[in-house]
Every structure is written in structure tokens, then in C-alpha cells.
């Protein structure tokens, strides 16, 4: 009796041992970049592969709530960005050497952007109606004040440049998460300059321990007083911005533009094929040219199929019962076989040749 006594005595013993041993309140993530992540166990209400309801902290992301187009009245929560912060925040503009970085220019409009919803430039970009707006050659920003724990933020922003005809991108701005008074910097996401195209931005940044309000903000600078007008800023469009905390769930949907810059004939060639490899789809260009451009670098870029406009038709190959002239197809075969291209002859009967 006493020995079994014991022995559950020594067993229940061993048991709390073992438990006190291995009382753990973290949780560890190994991952196959053999980093891991450490959570606290306290701090977790479930695991899950589910995707979770993102909690966007801005408001009026997407700029549905527009302001009145003028310059006076801001969107509801986004506000101006004086145009002071921005002489402020970068080092004066001392020198007409518009390339460096880190200036700011004249801005005579430092304090304006609006809301807008039509124009061909931004139909690619917009969500729902309108898109938060800053103006063609312009210094000029908007940002929203959001309360903030510290911790990983994530930042996902759709923008879209356009009018770089008439300007240059700069290739340091950036979207900006700054302290309340915009003077200290927690993070940037740079915003590549690529003209006409929707982009969407993801980044991180992490809030350190004492902020508890940052804003998010959107901004870029005109060089008015560069050489022929070299440092104008570009017209920006935003939408759908998003400021979470850990990260933002539904990036999936956003439009991935990692592709936009493949070549059609690329894209064919990856999406575009049966099981064996073969072609589905033939997309290409006819170049009206006699022979082929050796500059023609867009057409041999983007196309793997063509159609000489003349070069094959009797006109050019027979011109007469005696005459056989090779002249201006042959350097078209070469150049396809070169390119990698197909060629479909257009000929040798055309309207240059009735009968
Ligand atoms: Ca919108």
C-alpha cells in the first residue's frame, strides 16, 4: 500500500516536473528560409489558414467620399500637406541641377490635390468613381492621421503616373509614414518611375515603442525652376490605399504588375500554347517598310509574328515576266529567322498587280 503509494507519489512528481519543465509561452514558426517567428501564446486567440478580415486603418481609402475640386477643401480625413513641410523635410533647392536628389523646386501650388473621377489617364487605375489626384507640376501631398500601436505595419497603395511627356519622375519619391508632425521618418515605399502604368505598391514598416499616432501620407515635388522644364512633376493618381496592421489581407487582389512589362510575345508564348508547346494564338505586327529596320527594336521585341507590308508582292519579286528580284524579301527572312519570328508572306498578288 505504501509502496504503491509511493510510486504514484513519484509518478505524480515526475509529472509536474515534466510540466514545469516544458511550460512554454511562446510559439515557435520554423520556416524553410530557417528563420522562425516567436508569438506569444498568451497573445493568440487561434490559428487558422483562413484568411483574415484586413482592418484597414485609413479612411476613405479608395477617395469615394470626393472633395468640391477646388483647392480649399480637403477629402474628408485626407488632409493638405502645407507646402512649408516640404522645405522642411527635404534640404532647400540651392542649384539649378535639377537631377540631384532631395530638393524640393518652386511649388506654387504646394498645397493642393483633389479628387477626380473621369480622364482617359486614370480609367485604368480607378476603383469605384474617383481617385485621390495630385496635380501636373505641382509640389503638392495629402496624408491622414491614424492612431497606431508599436508593432509591423503593411502599406499597399494602387498609383498610377501619367503625363510624363511633359515632366519627369522623380526617382525618389516615395509613399511616407512619418511622425504626427511629419518631421521624423518610421518608413518609405518607393515609387518607381513608370509612366502610364498601374502599379501596386506593398511595403512594411515598423512602429516603434512610444508612437501612438503617425500619418500616412502622399506627396511628390515639382522642380519648376529647372531647365526647360525638366523637373516638372507628373500628374499622380492614387487609389485603394491601405495602412494595416501586420499586413493587408485581399492583396491578392489587387492587379499584380509584375507582367505589365513582359512582351506580348512572351506572354504568348507562356500562356499561349498547347501541350506540346505549339502556338494557340498569333498576335504580330506589318511593318510598312520595304525591308526590314534593324531599329525596329519594339517589333522584334514584342512580336514574334509579321507581315511585310510589300516586300513580297509581285510588284517587288516579279515586277516583270523576265525579272526575278529577291532583294527585298530575302533580308525579311533573314531578319525573322534572326528575331526568332514567323512570317506570313502578304503576296505575291496584291492591288499593285491586278491582272
Ligand atoms: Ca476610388
Known amino acids: 500500500m505504501i509502496k504503491n503509494f509511493f510510486r504514484a507519489f513519484l509518478a505524480t512528481v515526475f509529472i509536474l516536473g515534466a510540466i514545469g519543465m516544458n511550460a512554454q509561452t511562446n510559439i515557435y514558426v520554423y520556416k524553410n528560409d530557417g528563420t522562425a517567428n516567436k508569438y506569444d501564446l498568451a497573445a493568440i486567440d487561434s490559428i487558422s489558414f483562413a484568411v483574415p478580415q484586413e482592418s484597414n486603418l485609413l479612411v476613405n481609402p479608395g477617395f469615394e467620399i470626393p472633395d468640391d475640386q477646388t483647392d480649399n477643401l480637403p477629402a474628408p480625413s485626407w488632409l493638405p500637406v502645407d507646402k512649408n513641410w516640404f522645405t522642411t523635410y527635404y534640404p532647400a533647392y540651392t542649384t539649378n541641377t535639377w537631377t540631384s536628389a532631395n530638393r524640393v523646386g518652386g511649388g506654387t501650388d504646394g498645397d493642393t ?5 473621369n480622364g482617359t489617364s486614370i480609367a485604368s487605375v480607378r476603383t469605384g468613381t474617383y481617385v485621390g489626384r495630385l496635380l501636373l507640376s505641382a509640389t503638392s501631398g495629402m496624408y491622414q492621421l491614424v492612431n497606431v500601436t508599436p508593432g509591423d505595419y503593411q502599406i499597399c497603395v494602387n498609383l498610377a503616373i501619367a503625363e510624363i511627356s511633359q515632366s519627369v519622375i522623380k526617382s525618389n519619391e516615395a509613399i ?18 513608370i509612366d502610364r502604368t498601374l502599379m501596386t505598391l506593398v511595403g512594411n514598416v515598423t512602429i516603434p515603442e512610444g508612437v501612438t499616432r503617425v500619418r500616412f501620407q502622399l506627396d511628390q515635388r515639382d522642380y519648376a525652376a529647372t531647365p526647360n522644364g525638366q523637373g516638372r512633376a507628373p500628374l499622380m493618381l492614387f487609389d485603394e490605399c491601405k495602412f494595416c496592421r501586420d499586413f493587408c489581407a485581399g492583396t491578392e487582389n489587387f492587379i499584380d504588375t509584375s507582367g505589365i512589362t513582359m512582351p506580348i510575345r512572351k506572354i504568348l508564348a507562356e500562356y499561349y500554347v498547347d501541350a506540346d508547346g505549339n502556338p494557340t494564338l498569333y498576335f504580330g505586327s506589318a511593318p510598312g517598310t520595304i525591308t526590314p529596320s534593324p531599329n525596329n527594336t519594339a517589333v522584334n521585341r514584342e512580336f514574334s509574328y509579321l507581315t511585310p507590308g510589300d516586300a513580297f508582292k509581285e ?12 532583294s527585298y524579301s530575302d533580308p525579311w527572312i533573314q531578319a525573322a529567322k534572326t528575331n526568332g519570328q514567323v512570317l506570313r508572306m502578304h503576296g505575291p498578288i496584291g492591288t499593285q498587280c491586278p491582272p
Open 176 to 193: 511616407k509614414i512619418l511622425s504626427e508632425d511629419g518631421t521624423t521618418t518610421y518608413g518609405t515605399l518607393p515609387i518607381p518611375a
Open 315 to 326: 510588284t517587288q519579286i516579279h515586277p516583270d515576266p523576265d525579272t526575278w528580284d529577291w
Open 113 to 117: 490635390f483633389f479628387t477626380s473621377g
